[in-house]
C-alpha cells in the first residue's frame, strides 16, 4: 500500500513571496491533516478535512494560509507571503475517517520550509 | 540534562537496556494515546495506541502505559537497538475528533 505523498521535499523562499505544497493521501482515506512542526517542537494541526469539507481549521492562520481539497483526495497547502516564522517542516497526513473516534494517522515525509 | 524549546529533552541508554519516555497529557477527558516515532528527515511513523480503559498495552519490544489519575503516559522501548533512535512524540485525541501532540523527547542509542 502507497503511503502518504508530499511534494516538493524541500522548498527555499524569500519572506513575502508565495509557496504551495502538495499531497495526496493514502487511497480510501477519507480524512487529511496538515500540520506544521516547527524544529524542536510536535506537529500542531494547521487544518483538517473530512472528504473535501473543513472540520476544524482553527489553528490556521487565515490572514496568509489556505488550504483546499476541491475532490476530497489530493490537498494543497499556501503561504502568501511567507513570513521567517513560517520555516517549519509541513507534514500531511491521512486517516480512514473521522466520526468514529479519533482514527490512528499515517504521515508523508513532510515539505522542508526555510524562509530567508 | 532536559531543557524546553528548541533543544528537546534527550534520552540516553546503551544498546540492549530498556528505555521508558514519559509524556504528561492535558486533557483528564482525552480517549484515546498514540505514540509515535519520527526519525531525521522523515513523517512520525505510528509505534502504539491505547484507549482511556486500559492500563497497558504490549506490542513488538514496546509497551504503553497509561495513568489516568495523574495523566502520564510512558512508552518503555525493550533491549533498545540502535534503529530505535529517534524522536518519540505522545499524541492525545482532541475530544474524538484529531490529536494533539506532546513536544518530544529524543532517544538516543549509545553503541
Known amino acids: 500500500e502507497a503511503g502518504v505523498a508530499q511534494s516538493p521535499r524541500y522548498k527555499i523562499i524569500e519572506k513575502r513571496q508565495s509557496v504551495a505544497f502538495w499531497c495526496n493521501p493514502i487511497?480510501?482515506?477519507?480524512?487529511l491533516y496538515w500540520y506544521q512542526q516547527i524544529l524542536g517542537q510536535g506537529p500542531k494541526l494547521l487544518i483538517q478535512?473530512?472528504?473535501?469539507?473543513?472540520v476544524d481549521d482553527s489553528q490556521l492562520p487565515k490572514d496568509r494560509f489556505s488550504a483546499e481539497r476541491l475532490k476530497g483526495v489530493d490537498s494543497t497547502l499556501k503561504i502568501q507571503p511567507a513570513k521567517l516564522e513560517d520555516s517549519a517542516v509541513y507534514l500531511c497526513?491521512?486517516?480512514?475517517?473521522w466520526g468514529q473516534g479519533a482514527e490512528t494517522q499515517y504521515f508523508g515525509p513532510g515539505t522542508r520550509l526555510l524562509v530567508l | 540534562g532536559e531543557s524546553v524549546g528548541l533543544h528537546l529533552p534527550t534520552l540516553s541508554v546503551q544498546e540492549g537496556d530498556n528505555s521508558i519516555i514519559n509524556c504528561a497529557y492535558s486533557?483528564?477527558?482525552?480517549?484515546?494515546f498514540i505514540w509515535y516515532k519520527q526519525e531525521s528527515g522523515k513523517g512520525p511513523q505510528f509505534i502504539i495506541d491505547?484507549?482511556?480503559?486500559?492500563d497497558k498495552r504490549q506490542g513488538q519490544r514496546v509497551t504503553v502505559l497509561l495513568n489516568k489519575t495523574v495523566k502520564h503516559l510512558s512508552l518503555q522501548i525493550a533491549a533498545t537497538q540502535p534503529g530505535d533512535s529517534a524522536v518519540y512524540f505522545c499524541a492525545e485525541d482532541n475530544y474524538g475528533q484529531n490529536f494533539v501532540f506532546g513536544p518530544g523527547t529524543r532517544l538516543s542509542v549509545l553503541p
Open positions: 486533557n483528564s477527558a482525552s480517549d484515546y
Open positions: 491505547i484507549r482511556s480503559n486500559m
Open positions: 478535512f473530512q472528504n473535501n469539507g473543513v
Open positions: 497526513a491521512s486517516s480512514l475517517e
Open positions: 487511497s480510501g482515506h477519507a480524512t
